[in-house]
């Protein structure tokens, strides 16, 4: 089978791309257009371990731009599309909305359009926990009101899940979106708390922890992510909601205050931090907790990795890529 990967170059396209290339059977086409949005030199490293592997390819292009990607779409015929390239980050999107437009709403619908003319058996794309905005009550639950984001990168993974219902309703593309809650792990972006605070940390530099510290997150290590979207990809159920559309959380379901995150990783890297507690920041939420019942039933999913061993697991990924 053939398996699009958009983001391969990501973090956590990465890992998808890794786990279904060292899948029997299964050939990958990696896709990225490797923007300065991060360091560039840390998606090449990635992409240097999964051209090691035979059933990996990749890919520099846009998905953004719509030739482009049709071309590269309709050469390869996938059978399934995984669709993870975006632009990440939640408080960028409020200095550079243009990015966000670009890449997750023009850059998502070229890959609806291009499913429509040549329908896979699935598309998995990535939604966000950021959807649930000012009004989530925790647990976060699918069914929840999601109309109110409080930041564009939020507002443009809604418009995602809209499109992506429109598209299964009107041309029955087999579709499910998972909302993503705080993944870290190896390999994970600079711009993410688990290598800001690391960072920070070894340096002596004042980490700000917005909330006094009290913010609560709902950390879920990376192969347990990559756990539920490989399963919910490659084994849709045999009778599909009509529209044959889903959507699922996919998380940890136990958060942690930021606080005790950085006293974890205090330990691990053997340096106290430097802590400056600040108040709330605009557009950030005060807590997240996935509600996971409905990926459970569906797909049996149930997360493994604690955040002690996953910590621990990070860490001694940063000390041989930052450190060595």
């Known amino acids: 089978m053939k398996v699009l990967v958009t983001g391969a170059a990501g973090f956590i396209g990465y890992h998808v791309a890794r786990r279904l290339a060292e899948t029997k059977h299964c050939e990958v086409l990696g896709l990225d257009n490797l923007n300065d949005y991060y360091s560039v030199e840390l998606k090449r490293a990635r992409l240097t371990e999964l051209e090691q592997l035979e059933d990996f390819r990749f890919v520099q292009a846009d998905f953004g731009e719509a030739a482009a990607f049709e071309g590269i779409y309709s050469h390869f015929k996938p059978d399934y599309v995984v669709h993870l390239g975006a632009q990440a980050g939640v408080r960028h999107s409020a200095e550079n909305p243009a990015a966000y437009t670009h890449s997750n709403i023009t850059g998502f619908l070229n890959v609806l359009e291009a499913c429509r003319r040549r329908p896979p058996k699935h598309l998995v794309f990535a939604s966000s926990s950021s959807v649930y905005g000012a009004h989530a009550v925790v647990p976060f639950r699918e069914d929840a009101n999601t109309d109110h984001p409080i930041s564009y990168y939020g507002a443009t993974k809604k418009s995602n899940e809209l499109m992506a219902h429109t598209y299964a309703h009107l041309y029955g593309l087999t579709v499910t979106g998972l909302r993503f809650f705080t993944v870290y792990g190896p390999w994970s972006r600079p711009d993410m708390a688990p290598i800001l605070f690391s960072q920070a940390i070894c340096a002596g530099r004042p980490i700000k922890l917005f909330n006094q510290g009290r913010n609560r997150r709902d950390f879920t290590y990376v ?42 990783l205090e330990e691990l890297l053997g340096k106290k931090a430097v802590v400056e507690l600040v108040p709330p920041q605009p557009g950030d939420m005060l807590e997240t907790c996935a509600s996971i019942d409905r990926l459970r039933e569906a797909i049996g999913y149930s997360p493994r990795i604690s955040l002690e061993d996953g910590l621990r697991r990070f860490v001694d990924w940063f000390r041989r890529y930052y450190q060595s």
Do not use: S
Request: no cysteine.
């Open 223 to 264: 192969d347990d992510i990559v756990d539920g979207v490989v399963k919910v990809l490659l084994y849709p159920p045999a009778t599909l909601p009509v529209p044959p559309f889903r959507l699922f959380n996919i998380g940890h379901n136990r958060p942690v205050e930021v606080l005790l995150f950085v006293q974890m």
